[in-house]
């Protein structure tokens, strides 16, 4: 694997703050909170990460979350807004789901790579 600093990627249009909260028994929850910081509007958004070590996500609020791929439980995640939710983020605009999941009780780290709408999304990782 070889990682490359953020500095040799051209500048995101997109930030995403991945905030994770503990609960009682292998359980958190985690928001995402997805901020437009380019000039137009993301239209009709899948926002895609990996959750590679092991969690697996029992619920959504505020949107629809696919895993897949990878593991048993999956390491691929795609939220997109609930057909109910608007669905674009305008400039300077953020949209925040959240999801409950459960994990093995030992690792539950901020995930590394968010893309929005396939282009790389700066992150708090």
Same mark, same amino acid.
């Given at each position: 694997? #070889?990682?490359?600093?953020?500095?040799? @990627?051209?500048?995101?249009?997109?930030?995403?703050?991945?905030?994770?909260?503990? =609960?009682?028994?292998?359980? #958190?929850?985690?928001?995402?909170?997805?901020?437009?910081?380019?000039?137009?509007?993301?239209?009709? #958004?899948?926002?895609? #990460?990996? /959750?590679?070590?092991?969690?697996?996500?029992?619920?959504? $609020?505020?949107?629809?979350?696919?895993?897949?791929?990878?593991?048993?439980?999956?390491?691929? $995640?795609?939220?997109?807004?609930?057909? @109910? =939710?608007?669905?674009?983020?305008?400039?300077?605009?953020?949209?925040?789901?959240?999801?409950?999941?459960?994990?093995?009780? /030992? $690792?539950?780290?901020?995930?590394?790579? @968010?893309?929005?709408?396939?282009?790389?999304?700066?992150?708090?990782?």
């Amino acid at each position: 694997m #070889f990682l490359a600093r953020d500095s040799n @990627f051209g500048p995101t249009t997109c930030s995403v703050q991945y905030t994770i909260t503990p =609960q009682a028994n292998r359980l #958190f929850t985690a928001s995402v909170k997805i901020t437009n910081t380019g000039s137009q509007p993301v239209n009709n #958004f899948s926002l895609r #990460f990996e /959750l590679a070590q092991g969690q697996a996500i029992q619920g959504v $609020v505020q949107a629809n979350a696919v895993q897949s791929g990878g593991s048993s439980n999956g390491r691929d $995640v795609t939220i997109s807004p609930a057909a @109910f =939710q608007q669905h674009d983020i305008p400039p300077g605009g953020s949209f925040t789901p959240a999801f409950a999941a459960t994990y093995d009780g /030992l $690792v539950n780290q901020i995930p590394p790579n @968010f893309k929005l709408n396939g282009k790389r999304c700066s992150s708090n990782h």
